[in-house]
């Protein structure tokens, strides 16, 4: 199951009849992607550094197995950098 927006162009083809263009799942995260997003942020609400830390350090285990995946939507590789950018921020403030 996924999460998000799915858009659709409606374009004109070349009679000037419009039809929808295949849709785009560009903002569409799945719920893995989600559940690790709400994660971080469970774990940056936590305020300790070390505590945040090491909840961190699980969520970067959890991003690694999910991103072995084959496939997923632009919307978890999105997800996926907020999440890097959140875990290296994390570490850098905690001195790691």
């Known amino acids: 199951m996924k999460h998000g927006t ?26 893995e992607f989600r559940s690790l997003q709400q994660s971080v942020q469970g774990h940056l609400a936590k305020g300790q550094r070390m505590l945040a830390g ?22 978890d590789l999105l997800s996926s950098v907020e999440i890097l950018r959140n875990v290296t921020e994390t570490f850098r403030r905690a001195h790691y």
């Not at 961190?56 to 496939?71: A, G, I």
């Open 54 to 75: 090491d909840g961190m350090s699980q969520v970067t285990k959890n991003l690694l197995d999910l991103t072995q995946r084959r496939s997923f939507y632009a919307g």
């Open 6 to 31: 799915t858009s659709r162009r409606c374009s004109l083809d070349h009679r000037g009849v419009a039809y929808w263009e295949p849709p785009s799942y560009a903002r569409c995260i799945t719920n």
